[in-house]
């Protein structure tokens, strides 16, 4: 009975532990120690759809700072009666619905849930791949695919960032922290 409990304490603790977002998000290899499993799926869609490792998490530091169901803020009337979410965008990569959508029905992955991992980085990286095909954008790239990657592919072909004062720093934020995790990837044992 006790070796029983023992073992339930265990494993409730260690779903605990992968529900929490990593500690040091300013630190590649620590957060490839912390979440075994990550970099085999980084690697996985990197080598399918050619998104870089770094660029890849660099996206899911800025969309969901690693937190597997993470939503967008809820939207209110009146300032307290609940009318919704500002998006329908979830889970590490921040897909929205449609999105998503597209992405399973293109990819064949049905069954992909934006909640786990190693679906969420494919999705980046076929995403990265979409915006390189149709936009010419590099999949080195970080600040440009960055923008692509919130503005729509569409968006990015039409420059509707262009002024965006706000979303230029943001894509700036993700370049930084790209190199940032690029030079960190290298040294990792």
């Not at 870089?52 to 939207?75: D, G, L, N």
């Not at 999949?139 to 503005?151: G, R, S, T």
Request: charged fraction near 20%; include cysteine.
């Amino acid at each position: 009975m006790r070796k029983t409990a023992l073992l339930l304490v265990l494993i409730l603790a260690s779903c605990v532990r992968e529900s929490q977002p990593p500690a040091r998000q300013d630190d590649a290899c620590f957060i490839l120690q912390q979440r075994h499993g990550w970099l085999r799926d980084l690697r996985k869609s990197e080598a399918v759809w050619g998104a870089p490792v770094s660029v890849q998490m660099a996206i899911i530091w800025k969309e969901s700072s690693f937190r597997a169901r993470v939503k967008t803020r809820r939207t209110f009337f009146l300032g307290s009666i609940p009318t919704g979410r500002i998006s329908s965008a979830y889970g590490f990569s921040q897909a929205l619905d449609g999105t998503w959508a597209d992405y399973q029905s293109k990819t064949g992955a049905r069954r992909a849930q934006r909640h786990d991992f190693g679906d969420a980085t494919d999705f980046i990286g076929w995403y990265m791949s979409e915006s390189n095909r149709r936009n010419g954008i590099a999949m080195d790239d970080a600040y440009n695919q960055y923008l692509a990657y919130h503005q729509g592919q569409g968006g990015y072909r039409s420059g509707s960032y262009r002024g965006q004062t706000w979303l230029l720093n943001v894509a700036r934020q993700v370049q930084n922290r790209a190199n940032l995790y690029e030079s960190q990837l290298q040294d990792c044992s």
